[in-house]
Structure formats: structure tokens, C-alpha cells
């Protein structure tokens, strides 16, 4: 047994046989987690004196330094105070929930007296009638031009009713709104259009489509077949709609499936939404380090996250697993935050364990497809760092790779880039640019000694002064671009400081050949190989963060020519007009008095810049 000090056995003996919450601190006093007992004197003492824990647990316990513990009369209490801690402080090995996107709803606010449709993210308690979510913007957009094209709801976001009416707009000519605002409707007729709404958008579809069907009739019959054939083409689009929801047999109208897939590392899980006895949708969630821990405790940790901020709590849910005891109390917790009866059943048997085994089957397949987008990033990053090691004949993997390249227009504005790539993924905050100094006109090779010799003198002063610098960490791998020569002149550089130069190899752009130091034949690597797309991506980002650099110089470079060439412009001058005007292009277009009105600048001199600039571009 571990001896965890005198004040925490101190602490272990006092616990009291209470429901309440405890929070795990490290030696910084961090909240690393928060767990809810029935028992807090059970509860906590197992972490301390059991020895089976899980990995996570494990690794948990091996950081505690000291914990605290809230108090509660009710296991209710300690479920919703336990809740709030996580969302308050958010330690590591908890469930955290990182997706708070907010899915749309439809909303009829039926205390207007001629209620509109809308669209909100958040459901709030104001009488309106609420819809949904639907999973994604074009989801609810479907919804809402069905309904639009089979209830003339209007549009508009008029006070209604108008103190005198109005002047029917477009949609009124066309049949897509009653014109409440021109008295042509009045509030019974509109509720009861509204009525069909509600019905519609509730699953309930039958009603909307005998109606229609019914005045579908009466136009053919009054021999009004324009309308009949306007109101035949609404039938066939509520149908249509109704054909692609996905039918359950099932009597709940709201209900929320909730299942998990574990992996032995993280753990998946899946919502899915049924809303008027139709499966509109769901959502998956990614629970790291919870792979290995108990399933129902996952859940119970999961839905206590979701519920609390969720904008609908439905009147079921029906769950995989659940601690006992644990669906008594989500049950009361829900109810009392819906304001309405909620069940929490978890179904052993029948039609709702088919829905439940739905749900799962959802989360094995997500949790599968995650796996494999991580094989694939790993596959193209670390795995192919490790691989291009191996080629390149490294004792070490190149965790660290660095890119170099030149740019500059005839010689003019040299620059060199220097990017950096961790773990086959660029690291943009290590990136750095320099100006070439030492060379004149475009001699690349030079360029590069300058560079790299630079990089590793910087490297060298940071080690110095205690090893924090932005030029501390040295690469495993460095990539030049260029041949045989450029790599050459790159390790003299670092020679000359009395260094080992790390692995290093250049990249010749034509064939896409790879050389190393002193060697007679390049290497070549299949095109589609992952190995030598990453050495692609290195050169690319080199030459690209290069490009830009030299790009913003020679503009920079070109407008102060421009201006410096101007009799009676200065340094100070030159600084206030670009500061004023932003570019030479809006210099150019700006009036006399504009520039005469920047600080510093006369009448005389704004003439001379007008004339200046205006010769330049005729020249």
C-alpha cells in the first residue's frame, strides 16, 4: 500500500458516509477530477487502498497530491453538483465535451396573432412551439421550403395587426402568403393554416396530404386544372419528404437513442434524434481515455455534460447502459430541468432494444471511421517521418525536420524561409524568415551557407544563455532545396562552426530526386509513396513561405522607389503618405489637397507627387 503522507491519511480516516463530490488535485493544487458517491468514506478510500483500477484511473491516482470534498444531502444534488464542477474547471481525466455546437430549430411563436416560421439555435421558455434540431443548416432549409410551398405563411416581419391595412406585397400575387397585413385573412383562417403546420411539422403528415387531395378535387372538378396541377405538385413534394425521413415504429414523439463503442483507448457516443416518430438525425461524440473505463459510468457522465446545456430535453431517452440506479436519478435531474415528465429506460428486449442496438451500431461505425482517419494521418505524418528516416539511413527518427529556400527577382530581395515540420505536421510558430546580408545578386549556393550558418550561430548563443531561445532546438533532419552543390555549401556552414552537422538532404525539383552528402546516385522514391509526399509538402511550404516574404519586400521596395524618386520626399514624408493612404495605388488616386492635407506634406510638394507618380506610370 502506498503511503500517501500524514495529512492525506488524515484526511482518508475523516470521511465522512455522505452523498457529495470530490476533487482530485495535483501538487499545483490542479482540479484533475471531479467524481459524484453515494458514499463519499467508499468511494474516495478505493482510490487510495484498492489496487485493480483501469489505465486511466490508474494514471489518475499516480498524480494526486491532495483532494477535497463538497458535501450533499441527496445523490440528486451530488449529480448536479458534480455537473457544474466539470463545466467550471474542466480537469484532464474527466468527460469533457469539447463540441458546443448549437443545431437549428424551427420555431412558431404562436402568441403573435399571425405567427411566422423561424429559424433559432437556442430553445427558450416563451410559449413558442419548437422543432427539431435538425442535423445541419440544409436540413432545416428542406423543412422550411416544404412547408412554405404548402402553407402560404408569411414572411415578413410586420406588426400585425397593422392599425390600417396595406398594400399586398409579391407573395400575396403568387399564392405564398393569406396577406394578413392587408386585412385579405382574418386571425381564425390563419390560426387554422397554422394549425396544419404544426401538424405537419410534427410528423403528422397524413391530415396535410387528405386536404390537399381534397382541393385538389374541388379545383379539377370546377375545372380550375392550373390549380389542380399546382396543388397536385404539393402532394408529390410532401410525399417526397416524407419518403426520405426514415420511419420507426415506435408511439414516443420525442426521443434521444444514446449508445457507446469503446476501443480499449477512447471511447464514441452516439445520439440519434427521433422527433414525431421519425429518425431526423444524430450526432456522434469523441470521449478521449475513456476506452477502458466501465460503459455505464462513460454514459452516465456523458448525458449529465449533454443534458445540462442541451436546448431540448426529450420526453424519452432510451440508453445503452446505466449504473444502478443511475436512470432514477438522470430521470429526476431531467425532469426537473425540462419542467415536464422525462423517462430514462434502458430496454432489455422488444422494438426499443432494436433502436438501442441502432445506436450502437451508429457508434462502432464512427468510432471505426475515426480510427481510420488517424491511421491515415498517422500514415502520412509520423509513419512517414519514420519511413524517409530509414531510407535516409538515420540511426534516430526525425522528429524535428527543417525546409530552407531561396527567393529573389534577379538576384534583388533575396530572402531565404526556413519551415519547420514536427512530427510530419508543420509547426507554424517555429517558423523563420531571413534576409540574405552577405551576397550579392543570385547566387543561391552562398545564400545558403549564409543561412544556414546564421541558424546554427543563433542556435549556439541560445544554448549559451540557457537553452530557451527561438533557435534552441536543433533539427534531426534538415531538406535543401536543390541538388548536390546546394547541399554542399549547407554542411561547410555548419562546419565552420565546429558542428556536426545533423542528417541532411537536398531535393532537386525536376525528377524529384534525393540527394545525400557525397553520394554518386540520387535516391528516387515512388511518387505516390507517403514518405515522399511529406518531403514534397517540406519543399512546398519552404518555397511558398519564401515567396510571400520576397513578394511584401519588393512591394514595399517598388513603392519607395517610386516615391524616393520624387524631388523634395523624405524618408518622413514617404512614411506619413503611406501611412495616410495605405499603398502607392491610393496615393495615386488620391487629389491634390488630400495628399497636401497628410502632416507634413505642402501644397508644392502634394503637385510634385501627383507629377511624380504620374510620370512613373506613363514611363
Excluded at 399586398?168 to 397554422?194: H, Q, S
Excluded at 375545372?223 to 410532401?238: G, H, N, T
Excluded at 517521418?385 to 531561396?406: C, V
Excluded at 550579392?440 to 546564421?454: I, T, Y
Amino acid at each position: 500500500m502506498i503511503d500517501w503522507g500524514e495529512k492525506l491519511e488524515e484526511k482518508i480516516r475523516m470521511l465522512p458516509d455522505s452523498p457529495g463530490c470530490y476533487l482530485m488535485k495535483d501538487r499545483e493544487g490542479t482540479i484533475i477530477y471531479v467524481g459524484k458517491a453515494v458514499n463519499l468514506k467508499n468511494r474516495v478510500r478505493s482510490y487510495f487502498r484498492d489496487t485493480a483500477h483501469t489505465p486511466k484511473v490508474a494514471a489518475m491516482i499516480s498524480h494526486i497530491d491532495d483532494f477535497e470534498i463538497l458535501l450533499c444531502e441527496t445523490n440528486l444534488e451530488a449529480l448536479i453538483l458534480e455537473c457544474n464542477l466539470i463545466k467550471r474547471h474542466r480537469p484532464y481525466y474527466n468527460i469533457l465535451l469539447k463540441d458546443d455546437k448549437h443545431y437549428p430549430y424551427l420555431k412558431v411563436n404562436l402568441k403573435e396573432p399571425y405567427p411566422r416560421l423561424e429559424i433559432t439555435r437556442r430553445m427558450e421558455k416563451d410559449g413558442a412551439r419548437y422543432f427539431g434540431p435538425y442535423i445541419g443548416a440544409s436540413a432545416v432549409k428542406q423543412v422550411i421550403e416544404a412547408v412554405r410551398g404548402i402553407f402560404p405563411l408569411r414572411t415578413c416581419r410586420q406588426s400585425l395587426p397593422p392599425k390600417t391595412p396595406k398594400r399586398p406585397c409579391v407573395n400575396y400575387d403568387i399564392r405564398k402568403c393569406l396577406a394578413p397585413c392587408a386585412g385579405k385573412c382574418t386571425e381564425e383562417e390563419y390560426g387554422k393554416m397554422i394549425g396544419g403546420v404544426l401538424h405537419f411539422l410534427e410528423g403528422d403528415y397524413r391530415p396535410v396530404v387528405d386536404q390537399l387531395r381534397g382541393e385538389m378535387n374541388e379545383a379539377a372538378a370546377a375545372m380550375r386544372y392550373e390549380r389542380a396541377a399546382q396543388i397536385r405538385d404539393k402532394i408529390r413534394d410532401v410525399e417526397g419528404l416524407m419518403e426520405r425521413q426514415i420511419a420507426l415504429r415506435t408511439d414516443g414523439s420525442e426521443q434521444d437513442l444514446i449508445a457507446l463503442a469503446q476501443d480499449g483507448l477512447d471511447a464514441m457516443v452516439q445520439i440519434l434524434y427521433v422527433r414525431g416518430g421519425r429518425m431526423i438525425g444524430g450526432d456522434h461524440f469523441l470521449l478521449p481515455r475513456e476506452g477502458g473505463e466501465d460503459a455505464g459510468e462513460v454514459l452516465a457522465g456523458f448525458m449529465t455534460q449533454y443534458y445540462e446545456s442541451a436546448a431540448l430535453i426529450p420526453r424519452n431517452v432510451l440508453c445503452q447502459t446505466l449504473p444502478e440506479g443511475m436512470a432514477e436519478q438522470l430521470e429526476s435531474w431531467m425532469r426537473e430541468r425540462k419542467g415536464a415528465a422525462v423517462s430514462v429506460r434502458i430496454p432489455q428486449r422488444g422494438e426499443k432494444h432494436e433502436l438501442v442496438l441502432l445506436a450502437v451500431k451508429n457508434a462502432q461505425d464512427a468510432l471505426k471511421k475515426r480510427n481510420a482517419r488517424r491511421t491515415i494521418q498517422e500514415e502520412r505524418t509520423v509513419g512517414a517521418a519514420t519511413e524517409l528516416g530509414r531510407i535516409l539511413g538515420m540511426d534516430r527518427y526525425p522528429r524535428r525536420i527543417e525546409g530552407y529556400d531561396i527567393s529573389n527577382t534577379q538576384g534583388q530581395q533575396s530572402v531565404a524561409s526556413m519551415v519547420v515540420f514536427i512530427d510530419g505536421v508543420p509547426a507554424k510558430k517555429e517558423y523563420r524568415r531571413f534576409r540574405i546580408r552577405t551576397v550579392e545578386g543570385a547566387n543561391d549556393f552562398a545564400s545558403l551557407k549564409e543561412v544556414l550558418g546564421r541558424r546554427y550561430a543563433h542556435a549556439l548563443r541560445d544554448l549559451e544563455e540557457g537553452g530557451d531561445g527561438k533557435f534552441s532546438e536543433l533539427p534531426d533532419l534538415i531538406l535543401i532545396d536543390g541538388g548536390p552543390q546546394q547541399l554542399r555549401f549547407a554542411m561547410e556552414a555548419i562546419r565552420e562552426l565546429d558542428l556536426t552537422p545533423p542528417a541532411m538532404f537536398g531535393l532537386a525539383e525536376k525528377e524529384e530526386e534525393i540527394w545525400l552528402p557525397d553520394a554518386e546516385e540520387p535516391i528516387r522514391l515512388d511518387h505516390h509513396t507517403p514518405e515522399l509526399q511529406l518531403v514534397q509538402r517540406v519543399r512546398n511550404e519552404a518555397h511558398r513561405f519564401g515567396i510571400i516574404h520576397h513578394r511584401v519586400l519588393r512591394a514595399r521596395a517598388f513603392t519607395h522607389s517610386q516615391l524616393e524618386e520624387i524631388p523634395g520626399i523624405g524618408p518622413e514624408r514617404r512614411k506619413a503618405l503611406l501611412k495616410a493612404f495605405g499603398s502607392l495605388k491610393n496615393i495615386r488616386e488620391a487629389g491634390v489637397e488630400e495628399i497636401a492635407a497628410v502632416k507634413g506634406m505642402t501644397r508644392k510638394a502634394a503637385e510634385a507627387v501627383k507629377e511624380g507618380l504620374a510620370q512613373g506610370t506613363q514611363s
